[in-house]
């Protein structure tokens, strides 16, 4: 029976032509939510660019500040305003994330996506006008990233269900390795971008990645297909389409269902209970959440410690005896991005080799330990060393990080204790990514109060949140392990 054809975006109704196959529509979406969300990552970088224009400068010959920044920003508390500014943005964040991943299972994908990214990008411009308009009050700044960091929750919870919508959990670990780069892309383009103008002055540092993100939010609007089920698709034979409002089914693939694609199996009925969203409480109370959020709200402490305060650490600490300027700290912290790329599609892969996403975590996390205290003694000795420890460190940092908030936060979305409550994804994913966005709200404040201190202050802080970020896995992985074991010995008993 066809499927009933509903929320098409404008570009369908323009162009009938694009109305193609199953895997056409499958990499089109993967191609938009990556841009998307890109684009909402490269918005968030300007602010880690210019903290080191907008805050004092260092003396380099006795290492104390010099009261030439941008007020309220200067001065000797300049580090500390900073901070406070980006826990301003990330504390909304994560308050907006829990809202808006419980929003998201209830009302059009697109059109909040695209809320969302407009709103984003008309208030990163608004930030930069405060260069132009000399704006010197902190109030003003403060309101800006508060209400921006609201409309920048709305992006993730709204990618990774749509995304969950097109695809199934085999090679879900690769997959989403491979789409979450999207955040390493972010940054990458943001640093660059906002580096590139940082001469022409600040403001063209946040107006161009702004304008970034409401020409993306259009390309949202006209073309995003929330779910196969509005463009009518409906599989013969064993293949059932899936939707985020529909009930996962367990069902045996034959060798014609794997030109179809990665899409996971699932029953299609309008009048299904399995249509109401799942509650918060309830969310949370699904096996392995718990863990994986509070993993989460520690791993992403580090990450965004790195990505607010990377470039200002470069252009404060001598590299071989130099000090670099602005323009090139910013482009140089690009390499913990690239690293980034890389972490997050290993970490997947391995994942999905291994069938073990907790263990994975744990394995690279436990690594990145002897590497950032390795980046913090040796980084200074040469630009070279300074680059790999850099790369390396993104790598680590980076992979659990991405495979928590993708395939895990899909795969705890659509377990099988829902009972077919497929539109658990949003909230699923807005708990897991917005308890973690506590942590990175936390993570900048902190690095701003302790680098006062010394950056060895810094990086201990980074080291024991990594510490418990495994901790927090331990069991989780155990269970894993034990699994492999028993499937091992089932293997090795049915052998000839």
Same mark, same amino acid.
């Given at each position: 029976m066809q499927s009933k054809i509903v929320g098409l975006p404008p570009a369908f109704s323009l162009f009938p032509s694009l109305n193609k196959t199953f895997t056409f529509h499958q990499i089109l979406v993967l191609i938009i939510t990556f841009v998307a969300y890109a684009s909402f990552h490269a918005s968030r970088k300007p602010p880690s660019i210019v903290k080191s224009v907008l805050g004092p400068s260092v003396n380099e010959e006795s290492n104390s500040p010099i009261d030439n920044g941008w007020a309220p920003f200067n001065g000797t508390e300049g580090a500390q305003r900073l901070g406070e500014l980006d826990l301003a943005f990330l504390s909304s964040y994560a308050l907006g994330m829990y809202f808006a991943g419980h929003l998201g299972d209830r009302i059009d994908l697109r059109l909040f996506l695209v809320f969302g990214m407009m709103g984003s990008g008309i208030l990163t411009v608004v930030f930069g006008l405060g260069y132009w308009m000399n704006v010197h009050l902190l109030g003003f700044y403060m309101t800006v990233q508060i209400v921006c960091g609201l409309f920048q929750s709305i992006g993730w919870p709204c990618v990774v269900?749509?995304?969950?919508?097109?695809?199934?959990?085999?090679?879900?670990?690769?997959?989403?390795?491979?789409?979450?780069?999207?955040?390493?892309?972010?940054?990458?383009?943001?640093?660059?971008?906002?580096?590139?103008?940082?001469?022409s002055g600040?403001?063209?540092?946040?107006? *161009?990645?702004?304008?970034?993100?409401?020409v993306s939010g259009l390309v949202?609007?006209?073309? *995003?297909?929330?779910?196969?089920?509005?463009?009518?698709?409906?599989?013969?034979?064993?293949?059932?389409?899936?939707?985020?409002?529909?009930?996962?089914v367990v069902v045996e693939e034959d060798k014609e269902a794997v030109d179809v694609g990665l899409l996971e199996n699932v029953n299609l009925d309008d009048d299904d209970d399995s249509l109401s969203a799942i509650g918060f409480l309830e969310a949370w109370k699904l096996p392995g959440v718990a863990p994986f959020a509070f993993c989460l709200f520690f791993s992403k402490l580090v990450a965004y410690t790195f990505l607010?305060? *990377?470039?200002?650490?470069?252009?404060?600490?001598?590299?071989?005896?130099?000090?670099?300027?602005?323009?090139?700290?910013?482009?140089?912290?690009?390499?913990?991005?690239?690293?980034?790329?890389?972490?997050?599609?290993?970490?997947?892969?391995?994942?999905?080799?291994?069938?073990?996403?907790?263990?994975?975590?744990?394995?690279?996390?436990?690594?990145?330990?002897?590497? *950032?205290?390795?980046?913090?003694?040796?980084?200074?000795?040469?630009?070279?060393?300074?680059?790999?420890?850099?790369?390396?460190?993104?790598?680590?940092?980076?992979?659990?990080?991405?495979?928590?908030?993708?395939?895990?936060?899909?795969?705890?979305?659509?377990?099988?204790?829902?009972?077919?409550?497929?539109r658990a994804l949003a909230t699923v994913t807005a708990i897991i990514d917005g308890t973690g966005s506590v942590g990175a709200a936390l993570g900048p404040l902190l690095a701003g109060y302790i680098s006062s201190r010394g950056w060895n202050s810094v990086f201990f802080m980074l080291i024991v949140s990594i510490f418990f970020a495994g901790l927090f896995l331990v069991r989780?992985?155990?269970a894993e392990i034990k699994e492999m074991s028993s499937s091992g010995e089932l293997i090795a008993s049915s052998g000839p």
């Open positions: 269900s749509v995304v969950g919508n097109w695809s199934g959990k085999e090679k879900r670990g690769l997959i989403m390795g491979v789409w979450n780069s999207h955040t390493s892309v972010g940054n990458i383009v943001g640093s660059v971008v906002a580096s590139s103008v940082l001469d600040w403001g063209w540092s946040f107006a *161009l990645p702004g304008g970034l993100v409401i949202v609007f006209m073309c *995003l297909v929330v779910s196969p089920h509005d463009l009518g698709f409906e599989e013969p034979g064993k293949e059932i389409e899936m939707s985020l409002a529909t009930e996962t607010y305060w *990377l470039p200002y650490y470069l252009r404060h600490q001598a590299v071989a005896g130099v000090y670099i300027s602005h323009k090139t700290a910013g482009i140089l912290s690009t390499v913990f991005d690239i690293g980034g790329v890389f972490g997050g599609i290993s970490a997947g892969f391995i994942s999905d080799k291994i069938k073990a996403r907790a263990l994975t975590s744990i394995a690279f996390l436990s690594l990145s330990i002897p590497v *950032l205290i390795m980046y913090r003694v040796y980084g200074s000795v040469s630009m070279f060393i300074n680059i790999g420890l850099m790369f390396i460190s993104g790598l680590l940092v980076n992979g659990p990080y991405a495979l928590i908030t993708t395939a895990v936060a899909a795969d705890l979305g659509t377990q099988d204790s829902i009972k077919g409550n497929g989780l992985a155990k």
